[in-house]
């Protein structure tokens, strides 16, 4: 393990460039490179088999330390931790990781798997917030179609709390996974306010992918007329649609409780 001298400049070109793999989707493209910021975060992406390219902290924040990180790590001074943190109160850890190289070939599946297809999510939290759930349910991977947030948006990996490590999550777009889930026999449930069955009521114990969409618009018309069949989630309130991790988690709960 290699330690650097400590950096107390924002104009340091290594600070520059983690400001510009945290703010621009191109920047993470080119290089490759995605921000995981936090010590919970960064151990558990450790413990998923993944190791960074380089390691910051500061000392003045950073009560606990990481053990067995085979990598330089670089000491800055809190002014410039601040600088570069996207979080609210940062406990002075952040690794630059080499992006996961997930395609749909790369899945391993069961005999009945359980995915979830998010369309077009526009809100890093409500992206991060389903991969939490999908890890917590045990789901076996999240195809994120026609994607209008970057996976690996600094903001989605800090709402997962790096469950997009431990969640096999690949990028795509509505026509491939589609085929995909056809050549697998894997049945597609489209969540909807329109649907006639309450999810409560379907039977969901199969190989089967859950399709979620946006807040405002829901699914596109590519998931309603390819699904095999349509659920809905019953609503007694005056509003009219729920957010829609929260939607994506009780359907899949709905789905893990009756595969016990």
Not at 41 to 49: K, M, P, Q, R, T
Not at 207 to 222: I, Q, R, Y
Request: glycine share 6%.
């Amino acid at each position: 393990m290699q330690k650097t001298i400590q950096i107390t400049s924002y104009q340091n070109p290594k600070i520059k460039h983690i400001i510009k793999l945290r703010d621009d989707k191109r920047q993470r493209q080119r290089d490759g490179l995605m921000l995981v910021e936090g010590w919970d975060e960064v151990n558990l992406a450790f413990a998923s088999g993944h190791q960074p390219q380089a390691l910051l902290t500061a000392p003045e924040l950073a009560s606990r330390q990481i053990e067995n990180a085979r990598t330089e790590i670089i000491t800055v001074n809190r002014a410039v931790f601040e600088k570069i943190s996207y979080r609210e109160n940062p406990d002075g850890w952040l690794g630059i990781f080499p992006i996961p190289k997930f395609s749909l070939e790369d899945l391993t599946l069961g005999d009945s798997p359980l995915l979830i297809i998010a369309e077009s999510i526009e809100k890093p939290g409500n992206l991060g917030a389903i991969l939490r759930t999908a890890d917590a349910a045990g789901v076996d991977a999240l195809l994120v179609c026609d994607p209008r947030v970057d996976l690996y948006n600094p903001n989605v990996v800090r709402a997962s709390r790096g469950a997009l490590f431990t969640v096999p999550s690949v990028e795509t777009s509505n026509e491939s996974a589609l085929a995909f889930l056809r050549k697998r026999r894997i049945k597609i449930a489209a969540a909807t306010p329109q649907a006639a069955a309450e999810y409560t009521r379907q039977d969901l114990r199969g190989p089967l992918a859950v399709a979620v969409g946006t807040e405002d618009k829901g699914l596109t018309n590519f998931w309603l007329q390819q699904s095999d069949f349509k659920v809905r989630i019953p609503m007694t309130g005056k509003v009219n649609s729920l957010n829609v991790s929260i939607a994506t988690a009780l359907i899949v709960y709905e789905a893990a409780r009756q595969r016990m």
